[in-house]
């Protein structure tokens, strides 16, 4: 039933199943992308469920960036499939890729925020970019709703620059979620915060999955983050998915590469 590449660890069937019932959003089979000789993806199989959270571990350099970066089409794959929705992204106009990104939110690995524009600016950004034909009225509360979910209403006016890093992050956050999006992708949300700033993003990405009923790949070296926002976790070693389970399955795994992550 399942397609993932689990190729050492075969967890029980019913763990590859998502946690709110079997509908595939992200169907990603024999995914390949080459730099040059460098071969990052060799033959990546996944899939999200609808509801869940799939948290992808892997070392540094392994791919996991360029992996989510496919889904949205910022990174043109190789070769295999990659569906969201059941589109292949490869297939997609430019306008059709920008419909889809309105459903998607990404939550940069560096937050990525627009240095020369406020907070304000930058949440209004994808509200205006989507020609969505938002009124003023409805910018604002959007902006401001969002805001206030990540709890920075009080920074609307500041600049990037004069953010902490766990305030960039929360802005990036604010900035993935301001179209509510179905889909939220984050690329390591918690990375170089303190243990206390990162544990308050991490419930931050559980309520916006409680809230906004969001599947999410999240991507994360944080184990404590990995396992409270996980339903699965999937491992990406050698370009391929190494290992797909629950957190309580793979954290007792004799493998060496997936125990690395649990030490
Ligand atoms: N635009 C690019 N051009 C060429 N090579 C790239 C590009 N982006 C990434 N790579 C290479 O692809 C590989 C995977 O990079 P990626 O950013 O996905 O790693 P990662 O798993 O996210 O690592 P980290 O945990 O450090 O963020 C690396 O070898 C990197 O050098
Ligand atoms: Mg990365």
């Known amino acids: 039933m399942n397609s993932e590449n689990a190729s050492i660890i075969k967890p029980e069937s019913e763990s ?4 709110s019932g079997d509908y595939e959003i992200i169907k990603i089979t024999d995914l390949r992308k080459a730099f040059g000789t460098n071969q990052v993806l060799r033959g990546f199989n996944l899939s999200l469920y609808k509801g869940e959270n799939v948290v992808i571990l892997g070392k540094s350099g392994s791919g996991k960036s360029i992996l989510i970066k496919c889904v949205v089409g910022l990174i043109k794959y190789d070769s295999g499939s990659l569906k969201v929705y059941g589109k292949e992204i490869k297939d997609l106009s430019q306008s059709e890729l920008d419909d889809l990104r309105v459903k998607i939110g990404f939550v940069f690995q560096s937050s990525a925020l627009y240095d020369s524009m406020t907070v304000r600016k930058n949440l209004e950004f994808p509200l205006r970019r989507h020609n969505l034909h938002f009124t003023a009225k409805d910018i604002e509360d959007k902006v401001k709703n969002t ?3 990540v709890g920075l209403l009080h920074a609307i006016d500041l ?3 004069e953010l902490s ?7 990036g956050l604010a900035r993935a979620l301001v179209l509510n999006p179905d889909i939220v992708l984050y690329d390591e949300p918690t990375t170089g915060l303190d243990p206390m700033t990162s544990k308050e993003i991490t419930n931050l990405m559980l309520k916006t999955q409680e809230k906004y009923n969001t599947s999410s790949i999240i991507i994360s070296h944080d184990m404590d983050c990995a396992k409270r926002t996980s339903n699965r976790l999937a491992v990406l070693s050698e370009g391929i998915c190494h290992a797909v389970g629950k957190y309580s399955e793979l954290e007792k795994s004799k493998d060496e590469v997936v125990n690395s992550f649990f030490l």
Request: net charge positive.
């Open 165 to 171: 890093g766990g305030m960039r992050k929360r802005v």
């Open 159 to 161: 600049m990037p620059s």
């Open 147 to 149: 805001l206030q979910d």
């Open 16 to 19: 590859l199943k998502g946690s």
